[in-house]
């Protein structure tokens, strides 16, 4: 069975500054989906960004962007000139097939 | 556009009743879900759905039961609840043919039984 690792539970982040937040995976194949979402305090879940296992190059959208090592089997999000808003629960998610599988999650802070 | 609507948004229960989690999408989604989120757990699949009359398990199923007679909607029912059951739960659609296809979640039922 495929797991998805976020190790850290919480991180935190001054306004404008970056921060990387990480996400490993186990799998033996080799088409799959990566994904990260957000949660916050309204509880919504909010597609953030999204990575084709078969693309060798790193998503980005807008502030957002990844850096997918696919032998390493990692999957991290890098959030630049962080704000006010990005203060919420991150999942990373793997997805082959119809199931998708979550991480537990890492708590992001914002500080003004 | 109301997306993935979930009802009711909160519930209480005693342990052994029963009761459904009601889930609809307008989006004409073939591919509809239900999970559930549990503390430091993350977000679980329970059961979910490729069409109308087609449903599978997850990795949770035990205790839930769903049907799929319409694309529209897909309910989740709880035959006895039981207090292990007490969760958020998330229902989620997405385009069936699409691989890449976005996931839209509505926007959770929190759960309570005592």
């Known amino acids: 069975a495929q797991t998805v690792t976020q190790s850290q539970p919480e991180m935190s982040v001054q306004e404008a500054e970056t921060v990387t937040l990480s996400c490993t995976y186990d799998?033996?194949?080799?088409?799959?989906?990566l994904f990260w979402y957000k949660q916050p305090p309204s509880r919504q879940m909010i597609l953030v960004i999204r990575?084709?296992?078969?693309?060798?190059q790193n998503a980005t959208e807008n502030r957002f962007s990844v850096n997918f090592q696919k032998a390493a089997k990692s999957f991290s999000l890098k959030i630049s000139d962080s704000q006010l808003g990005d203060a919420a629960m991150y999942f990373c998610a793997y997805r082959r097939g119809e199931k998708l599988t979550f991480g537990t999650g890492t708590r992001l802070t914002i500080i003004p | 556009n109301a997306g993935v609507t979930q009802t009711p948004k909160f519930q209480v229960l005693k342990t052994g009743q029963s009761m459904t989690l009601q889930c609809a999408q307008d989006m004409n989604h073939e591919y509809m879900s239900w999970y559930r989120q549990d503390p430091g757990m993350g977000l679980r699949l329970i059961h979910y759905?490729?069409?109308?009359?087609?449903?599978d398990q997850g990795e949770v199923p035990n205790g839930y039961n769903v049907s799929r007679s319409t694309t529209e909607d897909f309910p989740l029912r709880l035959l006895s609840a039981a207090p292990s059951q007490t969760s958020v739960y998330f229902c989620?659609?997405?385009?069936?043919?699409?691989?890449?296809?976005?996931?839209?979640f509505g926007e959770g039922s929190r759960l309570t039984v005592l």
């Open positions: 759905s490729v069409g109308a009359g087609i449903t």
């Open positions: 799998t033996s194949e080799s088409d799959y989906y």
């Open positions: 989620a659609s997405r385009e069936g043919q699409l691989n890449t296809g976005e996931l839209f």
């Open positions: 990575q084709e296992a078969y693309k060798q």
